[in-house]
């Protein structure tokens, strides 16, 4: 089945050790989404690709960065996490001329 | 600027009851909508969406809103509730931001169902 995938499921890094977590798809979307979800809070839009196009929010800290190798992935590296970084992440992926974005089921990130 | 409010961070029904989740939204254009379920350390899953025509949605799992342009409104209901439908529900308003189109989503609305 057609889908996005993101690995791990479950991260556990230390205090200002970078972590990169992983987001693939099967569904050969053109844009693709990371949100930051914490607990009890809506998703969080951090940054999005619209094909090799990278769109930062303006609020997201630049602490956080994103790859975008190739359609098929996306990367998620977080250089030097906080506390306050555990959460967790979505991705998300959309065709360009739909309105649907198709979540994957998350990285919950614990920071230690 | 496009805002969405969810009223009621926590809604209890008991099993077979009728389901109310409440949202209104705030747009500048004629807004494209959507509600979305989220289950314990899941992603978020597309129940349903509104974005021309009829403005009475139907979706998945037997939920179902209605876009009511006068109060702003876009209510999730289903006539009875089940327990499987145990989840947090998000709603969400489409804009549009540099690059492609983004999301606004509402703060929730994580629902019970009393056997």
């Known amino acids: 089945d057609a889908m996005v995938i993101q690995n791990p499921r479950y991260q556990v890094t230390q205090f200002g050790k970078p972590v990169t977590l992983s987001c693939s798809q099967t569904?050969?979307?053109?844009?693709m989404y990371w949100y930051q979800q914490k607990s009890s809070q809506a998703p969080k839009l951090l940054f999005h690709?619209?094909?090799?196009?990278?769109?930062n929010e303006a609020d997201t800290p630049d602490n956080f960065q994103s790859r975008r190798p190739n359609t098929s992935f996306c990367f998620l590296d977080i250089r030097s996490p906080g506390l306050g970084d555990a959460a967790m992440y979505l991705c998300a992926t959309r065709w360009t001329n739909n309105n649907e974005q198709f979540f994957g089921p998350g990285t919950r990130l614990t920071v230690l | 600027a496009q805002s969405v409010t969810q009223l009621g961070s926590h809604v209890s029904v008991s099993e077979g009851a009728l389901v109310l989740l409440r949202c209104n939204y705030s747009s500048s254009v004629p807004p494209y909508l959507f509600w979305y379920v989220q289950y314990p350390n899941q992603g978020l899953q597309l129940l349903l969406k509104y974005t021309t025509g009829a403005t009475l949605v139907k979706g998945i799992n037997g939920f179902e809103a209605e876009f009511k342009k006068s109060e702003t409104s876009f209510h999730l209901t289903k006539p009875s509730a089940h327990m499987s439908d145990a989840a947090e529900y998000f709603c969400a308003v489409k804009h549009s931001g540099a690059g492609s189109y983004q999301l606004t989503f509402g703060k929730g609305t994580k629902l019970s169902v009393i056997p």
């Open positions: 690709y619209y094909d090799k196009d990278f769109n």
């Open positions: 569904l050969n979307h053109n844009v």
